[in-house]
Each structure stands twice: as structure tokens, then as C-alpha cells.
């Protein structure tokens, strides 16, 4: 039987914990180490206070910074074996530039051949649907009402049960079956959060007794705004807060956010907040667009991943900032952990303070990424408008284009998330089965054997790296398909097509650049 607390973790004798200011353990993470002490670092000449040990032929940090700053140059280079660490625990030496070089080439050939094709063969396949089933309303109303007593259960878990993360099943429900599993769940297979969501119950037995008329109306004016504040309070909570995942504290947040949502149902209506305030409902929704399940009226029926975005309407200037924080968010969890990063701020990764002493970096790091992916989201449409040279507005354009967003979001959710969804799964297995540590076993699983090796040694740094790489390099293929299909409604001409994709191509293979290389690059 592994230990209970952080099992996962490859041993290492470093921590960052130990220095951590508020008593309850933060979010388990597992720590980036090597096997020598003196592993280097891509800081200014090596790790503050230790000596700096070199990689081959002594260019570890400046091809890590070279990797940074000019991207495209290095794929010209050959390319050495740099130190990858793809299960966050394990150091192994991967060609992760043939990765890169690879990645980039597959994305910028997809827009060439795109370019090439007869503008009505992916039409066709995008059209296409197969239909499957009658889709029925009758079980949505007890589903939610289940999904509300489940969180009710949790929440009260949250209070009364162990202190410890990893054996509390509200964080591991809410962080790991929820955000991590349910997302991808979404994203791949359609809109299961509508069955799921615990304030449709709820609302409809409030209704009911109350009336269905909302005394307000949210103006117009709004548009998606309160829900982007809450995301970015929620992307804040998860990435900068120093205790996410002590479970009181969690527990007062969540029973919070789920009190206060249900009150503006109540006073706004239930579709009005759902589709612009409650940001797991609108995040949700727009992720569900890419998803293989369609439904239209009563039926439901498949269609090729991503062909439901090509019929999505243009986005407001809050919808559009709202996608690109669900991407830039993610992008800069993985960034916030690399010894780039850290080094920027004078930080020691081999000796990290805790979150409490990073949170004005953190909190800078968070919206300086939004502004930075979205100045160079609008940048590239801008200039994609302009070569096409037809007068399309660059805000319609932006706000039909930023659908393209979603699929790159998708696949970094999925490679961000997939070793805290292998491990920390079968965590939350065990801890539904005795929520309140009373020694229950509702399940059959309270004293599940968690196979934390699936994530450690060379082989599965191996298949993860494999899996993590092929996953952003087909979020942005995928993304390069869907932006050339909604293309083709701002544009009657192919030609013109082609040119307005050509700056939006390029950021994404510099993002898919940047992807690959948060992967491999050195993190805590």
C-alpha cells in the first residue's frame, strides 16, 4: 500500500512545501528533480547560490532561452537531447527538438494544404451528420437535482471530513473529476454539464413555487463580462491562492460561488446568468461545441470533432476575451512552474518559498498572459483582415475567429491535466467511498491500491510526453481547420480566405511551439 499523503511523487529531497505559510497543503504537485542535486537551471547563468552544472556541451540554459526568444531559428539548428521531465518526477532525455520542429512543420503544412484544396470538399465533411437517438427531457430535472445532493455531500465533506487532500473527496472531486475529467468529457463527447448542472434543479423547484418571472434584467450592455470576472476569480483561486485545496477552504468557496449563482438565477433568470455570469455554464456550453454530439430539437446525432463551431454565431468583445482566458489561464499554470519563470523573478526552483510568497507574481503572471495571448490574438486578425483587404470589421472578425481557440484550449486542458487525472483519480475513487473518513466503503473502493507508477519511471515519462505532445500538436491542426472554415464566412473569396489565415496560422504554430516547450522545459 503506497502512503496516503503524496504518493505519487518521485523521490526527491526537495519540497514545496516546506516553507509554505498556511498550514493546510495546497494542491498536491508532484516535484521536478533530477536525479544530481546540481541539475541546471535556465536562469541567468545557473541556479542563485549553486553552482551551475552545464548540459551537453554547456548550452542548457541558453538553448532554453534561445527557445524562448527565437523559436523559429532553433528549429534550424540541430537538435540535441534536451532534459525532459514529462511526469514532473522524472528526468529523461527526449529529442524534444525534433518534437518541436515536427509539431510546428504538421500545423503550418495543414494551412497548405487547406490553401490548396477545393474550398467545397471541407464543407462537405463538416456538414455531415449521422443521427443516433431521440433526445429526452424528462430525466434532466432528477439528474440535477442528484448532481445537487452529491454537492451538497461534498460540501459538508469539505467541513466535517479529513483535513488532508488527498483523502478529502471535494478537492479531488471539484479539481480532478470536475475540472480536469468532466472538461475533457465535454469537450469530446458534447454537452453533458446540461444533465449534470446542480442549480437547474434546484431552480425549477424554486420556480415553481415563486413564479418563473425574474424581477431584473441584466442590461445588455454586460454582455459576458460578470462571467469573465468570475473565471478569472476562479483561475485565480486555482493558480494563485495559497491553499486551494484545503478542503474547508474550498468547501466556503464553493458553497458560496453555488449560493450566490443561484440568487442572480433567481433574480436575472435562469438562461440569461447561465449564458453570461455563471462561468462553468458558458465555459461549459462553448467547449461543448467542439464535442462529436449534436443536438437539434429532439434528436441527437454525430458529427466530425469540431464541425459545430463552424455554425457558431460571432462573439461580443466579452466572449471573445472570456475563450482566451480559458486558454491563457491553463498556458500559464504550466508556465507559472518553470524554472524560466521563476528565475525572471529571482526565484530558486530548487528551493521554492511556497505559493503565499509568490502570489503578486502570480497574480501579475495571470493577467499579464491574457493580455499578452490576447494582443496577439487580435494582432494576427487585424493583419489577416488587412492582406485580405474586403473591409471586414476586425471585431466581427475576431469574434467569429476566436471559436478557432477552442480546440488549442481543449487539447492544453487534456495534456495539463492528464497525470493529475491518471493519479489523482484514483485518489478521489478511494475518497468517495468514505467521504468522512468514518471508515465507510460505499463504494468498494476505500482501500484502493492507487497505482501512482503509471506516471513514474522512463517509460511513462515516455508515453506521456508522446501523449501530451500529440495532443497539442492536434488541438492546433484541428484549430487551423475550423479558423479556415469560419474563414470562408467573412470572405466569398478563396483567395482572400487564404490570406486573412496567414497571421492566425502563424501564432499558432508559435504557440504550438510554446506548448511543446512548456512540456519539456524544467518545472517544479
Known amino acids: 500500500m503506497l502512503p496516503q499523503r503524496a504518493s505519487h511523487l518521485h523521490p526527491c529531497p526537495l519540497s514545496t512545501r516546506g516553507r509554505e505559510t498556511l498550514s493546510p497543503p495546497f494542491r498536491s504537485r508532484s516535484v521536478n528533480c533530477a536525479a544530481a542535486p546540481k541539475f541546471p537551471s535556465p536562469l541567468r547563468g545557473g541556479v542563485r547560490g549553486r553552482g551551475a552544472t552545464p548540459y551537453a556541451n554547456g548550452l542548457g540554459g541558453r538553448l532554453l532561452r534561445f527557445l524562448i526568444s527565437a523559436t523559429a531559428s532553433l528549429l534550424l539548428l540541430p537538435s540535441p537531447a534536451f532534459a525532459h521531465a514529462s511526469d514532473r518526477g522524472h528526468v529523461l532525455l527526449l529529442p524534444t527538438g525534433y518534437y518541436l520542429l515536427g509539431g510546428s512543420v504538421a500545423v503550418a503544412v495543414s494551412f497548405l494544404v487547406l490553401a490548396l484544396l477545393p474550398a467545397s470538399l471541407p464543407a ?24 445537487f445532493a452529491v454537492f451538497a455531500a461534498l460540501i459538508t465533506a469539505g467541513f466535517a471530513g479529513s483535513r488532508d487532500p488527498l483523502s478529502n473527496p471535494l478537492p479531488l472531486t471539484l479539481w480532478t473529476l470536475l475540472w480536469a475529467g468532466l472538461v475533457l468529457v465535454q469537450g469530446l463527447a458534447g454537452d453533458v454539464w446540461r444533465w449534470l448542472n446542480p442549480w437547474y434543479g434546484p431552480w425549477r ?5 415563486f413564479g418563473p418571472r425574474a424581477p431584473w434584467r441584466l442590461p445588455s450592455w454586460l454582455g459576458c463580462w460578470p462571467a469573465f470576472a468570475l473565471f478569472f476569480a476562479f483561475a485565480w483561486f486555482e493558480l494563485v491562492d495559497p491553499a486551494p485545496d484545503d478542503p474547508a477552504r474550498l468547501a466556503a468557496a464553493a458553497g458560496l460561488y ?9 433574480a436575472f433568470g435562469y438562461r440569461p446568468w447561465c449564458r453570461r455570469g455563471e462561468f462553468l455554464t458558458l465555459f461549459f456550453a462553448m ?135 491518471l493519479v489523482d483519480g484514483q485518489y478521489a475513487l478511494a475518497a468517495l467511498s468514505d467521504p468522512f473518513s468514518l471508515g465507510w466503503n460505499i463504494f468498494g473502493t476505500a482501500r484502493l491500491d492507487v497505482a501512482a507508477g ?9 508515453w506521456l510526453w508522446n501523449a501530451q505532445a500529440g495532443a497539442i500538436v492536434a488541438g492546433h491542426l484541428l484549430a487551423v481547420l475550423v479558423a479556415h472554415g469560419l474563414a470562408f464566412r ?13 497571421p492566425l496560422t502563424g501564432l499558432m504554430v508559435a504557440y504550438t511551439v510554446f506548448g511543446l516547450w512548456l512540456l519539456s522545459t524544467p518545472a517544479v
Open 490 to 502: 467573412l470572405h466569398a473569396d478563396a483567395g482572400r480566405v487564404v490570406l486573412s489565415q496567414v
Open 454 to 462: 503509471i506516471v513514474a519511471g522512463a517509460d511513462a515519462a515516455w
Open 258 to 266: 453555488w449560493l450566490l449563482s443561484f440568487v442572480a438565477m433567481l
Open 124 to 147: 462537405r465533411l463538416w456538414r455531415r451528420r449521422l443521427p443516433i437517438a431521440a433526445s429526452r427531457e424528462r430525466p434532466r430535472l432528477a439528474l440535477s437535482l442528484l448532481s
Open 205 to 209: 423547484l424554486a420556480v415553481s413555487v
Open 287 to 421: 467547449v461543448a461545441r467542439f464535442g462529436v454530439v449534436e443536438r437539434r430539437g429532439d434528436r441527437l446525432g454525430l458529427c466530425l470533432p469540431g464541425a459545430k463551431l463552424l455554425g457558431a454565431a460571432p462573439l461580443p468583445a466579452s466572449g471573445t476575451a472570456f475563450i482566451l482566458l480559458a486558454l491563457s489561464s491553463v498556458s500559464f499554470d504550466g508556465l507559472s512552474k518553470t524554472f524560466s519563470w521563476l528565475g525572471r523573478f529571482g526565484v530558486n526552483p530548487l528551493e521554492f518559498p511556497g505559493r503565499t510568497a509568490l502570489m503578486g507574481i502570480g497574480t501579475f503572471g495571470l493577467a499579464a498572459t491574457f493580455v499578452l495571448l490576447a494582443g496577439a490574438f487580435l494582432l494576427a486578425v487585424w493583419l489577416g483582415q488587412r492582406m485580405a483587404g474586403d473591409g471586414v470589421p476586425p471585431g466581427r472578425a475576431a469574434g467569429l475567429l476566436v471559436w478557432s481557440i477552442v480546440p488549442i484550449a481543449l487539447a492544453y486542458h487534456g495534456a495539463h491535466y492528464l497525470t493529475a487525472m
